[in-house]
């Protein structure tokens, strides 16, 4: 029966039990992508509630912190100790932590349990790539990982939607309970129908290793979450911060060459494909998560947007990512080749970024949205090849960590880009409107460079003009960055070393290396 599943892989025909399996890793896709934007819908109503407005950005940086710290964790314990097991625990605490979340009774408990719920997350992506790169040739498996790609960008559109809807409709903590059946779903499909071997690795979990890595990782969002928002970044805190963070990791390189059972096997590193796609995942999550944080902002101060349907203003950028990656994947398969995806997505990020930097006053919607849309042409091009390609630059043993890295290297790369692109905008918009409104511009944003729309329309006419021009000018030097920090992805794209795709696609019958290739795990009929 294995025999003839395998022969149906070759032939890149998946058998039934690999598509209900995918079906579940979509699901789980969906659980972590959507939870942080319905609860960001929810959060004024969380706040009416349970009170502790000043402990606010807790209830998103809580379960950051917990997701970047143990993406690797979770990846290494999948590579050590098997992928169902781990993948199914992550499952496990994330809904625990959804439901205690749900059940909070102040603000100090909901932070408490998004930590919980952010342990869990962490496990999630990481389990959903590893698996995909266990069950699937590398070959077809830009086809599927395109999917996974389309998945993120319909939760990054509808998950304000659905936070709003189901918090004006059923109440706030149902932000948190509607993960609980999706996730048992999810949960009873890969407990009968995912099979893979079973692992016992007689060495023992780095420790040492795991803890200086995330106090390290702790540290730099950290930095990058409160500079020049909570504390001065020339502030002692800040500076504490740093030096914790740059120790540790420093500690923790130095120990990983010496530790029996790395957390992160220094050895991935020596492929270069691998560390050109790190660099290249943390210029993309650099890139876009900046992109999804100021492009609404703009379209509601200076085009007037509304606030309500806000998952809708980047529908442009999203729309075209979600199409590329479907077709990146698409040509990856029938051809094994997709050198050309990373350099046309380099390029296109470069050019759409600069477009949206050269955004002024006068920017139709329109244009502002052609604008987006070459940004999300370049970013589909790259979210799921990078991830792909390092896959393919490791052995199999080592694929849960490699899956881990690169997600934490995106990871970083969005903390990184929010902290210095949102610094780089709210001193920009407090420049001009000091230049522009004098003493009461800058009394205006004095204590935030970003209004909401209530506070917009409370401003004179005269302010209200003078802040449009403001944030236009802070989206320009933004983007402006953005546009140089991603030629940085466009260098290290040319230098990507073509390496044939094992297994799958169309082969012929005289072709005896790839039939000789390495066969992936498969999934066992039930």
């Known amino acids: 029966m294995a025999d003839t599943q395998t022969t149906e892989t070759e032939a890149g025909k998946q058998p039934r039990s690999v598509r209900v399996v995918l079906l579940a890793l979509m699901i789980t896709m969906m659980l972590a992508m959507l939870d942080n934007m319905i609860v960001g819908t929810a959060m004024p109503t969380i706040v009416g509630e349970l009170g502790g407005l000043e402990h606010l950005s807790w209830v998103v940086t809580s379960y950051t912190l917990a997701t970047a710290a143990s993406t690797p964790i979770w990846g290494k314990i999948g590579d050590m100790y098997g992928r169902k097991g781990a993948f199914m625990s992550s499952i496990v605490i994330f809904l625990i932590g959804s439901a205690m979340s749900g059940m909070a ?7 408490g349990f998004r930590a919980i719920q952010g342990l869990g997350a962490g496990g999630l992506m990481v389990g959903v790539m590893a698996i995909i790169g266990d069950l699937i040739p590398p070959r077809e498996r830009g086809k599927y990982q395109g999917m996974m790609a389309g998945v993120m960008a319909l939760a990054m559109i ?4 659905v936070g709003g809807t189901i918090t004006d409709n059923w109440g706030w903590r149902w932000s948190f309970y509607i993960n609980l059946p999706l996730g048992v779903v999810s949960l009873a499909l890969i407990s009968t129908v995912l099979h893979l071997p079973k692992k016992r690795s007689q060495s023992r979990i780095d420790y040492l290793g795991a803890t200086l890595l995330t106090v390290g990782i702790t540290s730099i969002v950290l930095v990058t979450t409160w500079g020049g928002t909570e504390y001065a970044w020339t502030s002692a805190r800040i500076m504490e911060l740093i030096g914790i963070g740059v120790a540790s990791l420093i500690g923790f390189v130095f120990w990983q060459t010496r530790a029996a059972e790395p957390i992160v096997p220094l050895h991935i590193f020596r492929s270069r494909n691998f560390t050109l ?54 040509v990856t398969t029938n051809s094994g080749r997709y050198y050309v995806f990373p350099v046309v997505g380099s390029v296109l990020m470069v050019t759409g970024l600069y ?12 244009t502002s949205g052609v604008f987006m849309a070459v940004v999300g042409l370049g970013m589909g091009c790259l979210m799921q090849i990078t991830m792909l390609v390092a896959q393919n630059s490791v052995e199999m043993k080592d694929m849960g960590v490699a899956s881990s890295s690169t997600t934490l290297f995106r990871t970083l790369g969005s903390s990184f880009g929010v902290a210095i692109m949102g610094a780089l905008f709210n001193n920009r918009v407090q420049d001009v409107m000091t230049e522009r409104a004098g003493a009461l511009g800058s ?34 030097s933004a983007f402006l960055l953005g546009a140089v920090v991603a030629v940085g992805a466009l260098a290290a794209a040319v230098f990507v070393k073509e390496v044939p795709l094992k297994g799958a696609g169309p082969q012929k019958a005289d072709a005896p290396a790839a039939a000789a290739a390495p066969q992936p795990h498969v999934v066992e009929a039930v």
């Open 105 to 111: 009774q102040n603000m100090g408990e909901l932070i």
């Open 158 to 161: 509808g998950g304000p939607l």
């Open 355 to 366: 477009l949206l930097s050269t955004m002024d006053t006068g920017t139709s919607r329109f």
């Open 443 to 476: 009394k205006v944003t004095e204590q935030s460079a970003q209004l909401d729309a209530a506070g917009l329309a409370k401003l004179p006419s005269a302010a209200r003009e003078a802040y449009q021009h403001a944030v236009s000018a802070g989206t320009h």
């Open 277 to 330: 796609m790190s660099l290249i995942g943390f210029i993309t999550g650099f890139v876009m998560f900046g992109a999804t944080l100021f492009l609404p902002l703009y379209q509601q101060s200076v085009q007037g947007a509304s606030a309500t349907n806000s998952g809708l203003l980047l529908l442009p950028m999203l729309g075209a990512m979600l199409v590329t990656s479907m077709v990146a994947g698409r």
